[in-house]
């Protein structure tokens, strides 16, 4: 082949522009993936991650729905609270060192928040992971809720002493938020 030859040949890229345009997206993907934890205790556990799963036969939305109200009642010490920075970079601050007391005390207050919505029957289960990484020890916890079958009114009386009291609460008990069928809470 002549010399000539070869300087018609062109180079083929896969990425028509240059790429350094693409550090930037790269770096930016790799900061949003992870999470920085800045002031955590040195070779104790503690608190990286807490995870909700509500099953049953709901729609997403009411699972979706569940598993945030649910969260609201977790021990505010296995609450991690991540801080996004413009989107690219997540931090975690000071992490609670990991008790299981406070599992105990999260469980306690769910099943009373299921107690008040008519879930007499729910089970909630949990378990924890320790994963070390250097002088970090981190615990997930996960929560597995399973609410059963929610209590609904299936008969109302009113059963007044007075019977000017009683024909009163019946002339208006249409008006009632109470009906039958629906849910206890």
């Given amino acids: 082949m ?32 992870c999470v920085i934890i800045q002031h955590y205790p040195v070779n104790k556990p503690f608190v990286y991650k807490t995870e909700i799963n509500v099953s049953g036969a709901q729609t997403a939305s009411e699972k979706q729905d569940w598993e945030m109200r649910l969260a609201t009642q977790l021990d505010d010490s296995l609450k991690t609270r991540i801080i996004s920075y413009a989107g690219l970079w ?28 008519g879930y007499f029957n729910s089970q909630i289960g949990h378990r924890f992971q320790i994963d070390t990484s250097e002088d970090q020890q981190r615990v997930t916890i996960k929560f597995q809720v399973s609410p059963g079958e929610q209590t609904r009114i299936d008969l109302i009386h009113y059963d ?9 609460i019946l002339q208006e008990s249409g008006a009632s938020a109470l009906k039958k069928g629906s849910p206890y809470s």
């Fill in 160 to 168: 007044m002493s007075n019977p000017v009291v009683q024909k009163a």
């Fill in 90 to 117: 997540k931090v975690l601050r000071k992490p609670v060192a990991f008790d299981t007391n406070n599992i105990q005390r999260s469980l306690q207050f769910m099943e009373g928040l299921l107690r008040a919505e």
């Fill in 2 to 33: 002549c010399s000539s030859d070869l300087s018609s040949e062109r180079q083929v890229s896969l990425f028509p522009f240059s790429s350094y345009w693409l550090w930037p997206v790269a770096i930016s993907l790799l900061l949003s993936s």
